[in-house]
């Protein structure tokens, strides 16, 4: 059974960095397309952005682009979401996700809070 844990969550000030990881387990990481989505208090979960099984293709939500960063190591079954000039509306729950056809993984998520 496939398996996601994230990490890297925290609170931090406006302007901030942040580094997210995601361990990918019980699964051929390298055959899976990886995302990251997130979820703010009484919001829909919403994409952040994805990656390719090699990282050749990569898209971003226009509220995130040219502030994160997504990438993907697969030797170390981990996907990371490196997130510069954070903004409080970046809060949420970030999730990591993984698809490749009918088999779908979902982490239990990560807290990202942007406060001053």
């Known amino acids: 059974q496939g398996r996601l844990v994230e990490s890297g969550g925290g609170l931090v000030q406006p302007g901030d960095s942040l580094k997210l990881s995601c361990a990918a387990s019980g699964f051929t990481f390298s055959s899976y397309a990886m995302s990251w989505y997130r979820q703010a208090p009484g919001k829909e979960r919403e994409l952040v952005a994805d990656i390719s099984r090699f990282g050749v293709t990569i898209n971003y939500a226009d509220s995130v682009k040219g502030r994160f960063t997504i990438s993907r190591d697969n030797a170390k079954n981990t996907v990371y979401l490196q997130m510069n000039n954070l903004k409080p509306e970046d809060t949420a729950v970030y999730y990591c996700?993984?698809?490749?056809?009918?088999?779908?993984?979902w982490g239990q998520g990560t807290q990202v809070t942007v406060s001053s």
């Open positions: 996700y993984a698809a490749l056809l009918r088999m779908k993984y």
